[in-house]
C-alpha cells in the first residue's frame, strides 16, 4: 500500500482502499501485502476508516503484511486493540449485542513455493490461535490462504431464503462451469438446500438400525 519503495506517505493508498470501501458500504475488510512496518494504525478522517496493520520489522524486508480497516462507527466501540501476531496474521475482538463477541482474523498465508517450514509455521500459529480463542466467540477468519482450487472437485449448493424459491446457481471460472448439487456430506452431516435436516436423521436412524441389527447378530451368534 506504499506509493513506492522508501516513501513515508501511507495515507494516500489507504486512502484510496477506504473511499472505495465507503462507495461498496463494506464495514470491514481485510488486507493483504500491506507492507507497512511494525505495527499501529491509521486514521482516513475523509471516508471515515480506520485502518490497523501488522507487518515486519522497520529493518526487513517488506514483502507481507496484514491489515483491518474498519468504519469508525465500529472501531469507536472495540473494547481492546487489535493483536498483531506476527506480518500474515492479525487479530481483533468486536463486540456484537447480547454481550456476545467476534474474535476476526486477517491472514496471509505463504504460497505454495514456499519453505515447508514457513508454512507449517503459519498454520501452527494459526492453531494455536484459534485454539485459545475466547471460550464462546463466534471466529470469523478473512484473507488470502493463496490456494488453488480444483474445478473438477468444487460443487456449489445454494440456499435461498426461507419462502423463496429455489434457482439452480450457475457460476463458472475461467470458461469452466461448476457443478450443481442440492446437497453434500461435511463432516458426517448432510447439508441441503433447503435448509432441512430431514435426510440427516433419515440417515443417522438408518445407521442406528444397522448397528442395533449388527449387536442382535452377534448375540444370536455367541
Known amino acids: 500500500m506504499l506509493d513506492k519503495t522508501g516513501s513515508d506517505r501511507n495515507e494516500r493508498r489507504s486512502a ?16 493483504s501485502e500491506v507492507r507497512f512496518p511494525d505495527k499501529g494504525s491509521l486514521n ?5 476508516y480506520t485502518l490497523y ?14 491489515g483491518i480497516m474498519i468504519k469508525d462507527s465500529i472501531a469507536s466501540k472495540l473494547e481492546t486493540l487489535s493483536t498483531g501476531h506476527s506480518d500474515r496474521i492479525m487479530s481483533m475482538r468486536l463486540p456484537l449485542d447480547k454481550n456476545q463477541h467476534l474474535t476476526l482474523f486477517s491472514v496471509y498465508a505463504p504460497t505454495l513455493q514456499a519453505e ?24 470469523l477468519i478473512l484473507g488470502d490462504f493463496n490456494a488453488r482450487v480444483s474445478l473438477k472437485k ?69
Not at 482516513?44 to 471515515?48: K, P, S, V
Not at 444397522?210 to 442382535?216: D, H, I, R, V
Request: charged content about 25%.
Open 16 to 31: 484510496l482502499v477506504a473511499h472505495e470501501l465507503l462507495r461498496l458500504n463494506i464495514d470491514i475488510a481485510a488486507l
Open 44 to 48: 482516513e478522517h475523509g471516508a471515515g
Open 53 to 66: 496493520w501488522s507487518g515486519r520489522q522497520p529493518e526487513q524486508r517488506r514483502i507481507s503484511g496484514v
Open 116 to 139: 515447508p517450514v514457513e508454512k507449517d509455521s503459519f498454520y501452527s500459529e494459526l492453531g494455536r490461535l484459534l485454539t485459545n480463542t475466547h471460550a464462546g466467540d463466534k471466529v
Open 154 to 222: 468444487t460443487e456449489v449448493l445454494h440456499q435461498p431464503a426461507p419462502h423463496d424459491m429455489y434457482i439452480q446457481p450457475r457460476i463458472s471460472i475461467n470458461n469452466t462451469g461448476l457443478k450443481a448439487t442440492q446437497q453434500f456430506t461435511y463432516l458426517g452431516s448432510i447439508i441441503s438446500y433447503d435448509a432441512k435436516i430431514d435426510k440427516e436423521t433419515d440417515s443417522l436412524r438408518l445407521a442406528a438400525l444397522l448397528a442395533g441389527c449388527t449387536k442382535e447378530s452377534g448375540k444370536t451368534k455367541t
